[in-house]
């Protein structure tokens, strides 16, 4: 219990983990880990075959969502074509910022300007995409509170330009959570989850010292995947999410 407390796993779910171990036989900490990794196991999204895959990153202001977006650029240009959008025209250099992550990554970037509608910004980029058949787009917001609604309505917005380029929207529509907020993320898991349809999750900022217990109330009670961790803060310091390692790092 207290291994699980001190993970941010939060108490309801101590709770729930707790009452299965005490019916488990055999070793306390391999069952432990297994109960955690299975609590962590969402089915992925599934996309179809057409190009290109979008990928959208939205987040709470510092939550490490301009540094993954350029983190998927870079791992997604080992596998094609990427278009990275600058897609947040509220933070002053934003643009800046994630141009010189793309020349890190060797993709091409999208420009916007402070005050920009990001919407239209999106449309442009969507334009782009589907006539040089990029294979994969990857788009940056504006990191914004989960208590804006109007904020949220422009995150409905782009997504509704999306639609109108692929019908289901973003085939990974990602919301990124950092590791170091406890179990004040769930809330806001569950409203950009309630206002953008988010099918994903990243785990930032998972080198520090928090355990990042949270994802597991936020994967049950949302049913979202977690997809990657984000260990570092280098370019390829992403990794795809495994249960079994996490379940592995909180209980050791």
């Not at 219990?1 to 036989?25: F, P, T």
């Not at 109960?35 to 999204?45: D, F, K, N, V, Y």
């Not at 202001?61 to 990427?82: E, F, M």
Request: with cysteine; glycine share 8%.
């Amino acid at each position: 219990m207290e291994i699980l407390i001190q993970a941010d796993v939060g108490v309801k779910y101590a709770e729930v983990i707790r009452a299965k171990l005490e019916r488990a036989e055999g070793d306390r900490i391999m069952a432990l880990r297994e109960e955690i990794a299975s609590l962590l196991s969402q089915p992925r999204p599934s996309r179809g075959v057409e190009a290109p895959v979008i990928t959208m990153v939205s987040g709470v202001n510092g939550s490490g969502k301009t540094t993954t977006a350029a983190k998927l650029a870079n791992l997604h240009r080992k596998a094609g074509t990427v278009l990275l959008v600058s897609g947040d025209t509220y933070r002053d250099a934003a643009h800046e910022q994630l141009n010189i992550w793309a020349q890190r990554a060797g993709v091409e970037i999208v420009a916007s300007q402070r005050g920009q509608d990001a919407a239209a910004v999106v449309h442009d980029a969507m334009s782009k995409a589907f006539a040089k058949k990029n294979s994969h787009v990857v788009i940056d917001t504006a990191g914004r509170l989960h208590t804006r609604a109007d904020l949220m309505e422009e995150l409905k917005k782009i997504v509704r330009v999306i639609i109108k380029f692929r019908p289901d929207g973003p085939d990974y529509n990602i919301l990124t959570i950092d590791a170091n907020l406890g179990q004040n993320s769930i809330q806001q898991a569950k409203i950009f989850t309630e206002a953008i349809a988010v099918n994903g999750l990243v785990l930032t900022k998972f080198d520090g010292t928090a355990k990042g217990g949270a994802i597991i109330p936020i994967c049950n009670e949302l049913r979202l995947p977690v997809l990657y961790l984000g260990v570092g803060e280098g370019i390829e310091d992403i990794v795809e999410f495994d249960p079994e390692d996490f379940a592995r790092s909180v209980t050791t």
